[in-house]
């Protein structure tokens, strides 16, 4: 499946928006997640979406968090709404599984 590389990422006011990217150079199968990953803390999964496009959030960003897939363009992507001081942190996509490599991930500062 290839390498995952995220993007999208940036500074952003509390109560901004952001809509991150991940671009495999293979074919995705499977559930796909969003995870991040705060300085000093373990990586964490946010969010996963079924090949089929059925999605499950953390109580900590429903509602404010969209994931979404195009497994023609091998892309899953993030919309995040309303962030908050607590969203800064590096967001990386990869299987539910964790089991593909890992990008680089992007950083999300959320910073007035």
């Known amino acids: 499946q290839g390498q995952l590389v995220e993007s999208g990422g940036g500074v952003v006011q509390p109560g901004g928006s952001l809509r991150l990217s991940c671009a495999a150079s293979?074919?995705?199968?499977?559930?796909m997640g969003w995870y991040r990953q705060a300085p000093g803390k373990q990586r964490e999964l946010v969010v996963t979406?079924?090949?089929?496009?059925?999605?499950n959030y953390a109580d900590s960003v429903k509602g404010r968090f969209t994931i979404s897939r195009d497994n023609a363009k091998n892309t899953v992507n993030l919309q995040i709404n309303s962030l908050k001081p607590e969203d800064t942190q590096v967001y990386y996509c990869?299987?539910?599984?964790?089991?593909?490599?890992w990008g680089q991930g992007t950083q999300v500062t959320v910073s007035s």
């Open positions: 990869n299987s539910a599984r964790g089991n593909l490599g």
């Open positions: 979406i079924s090949s089929g496009g059925s999605t």
């Open positions: 293979g074919s995705i199968f499977g559930t």
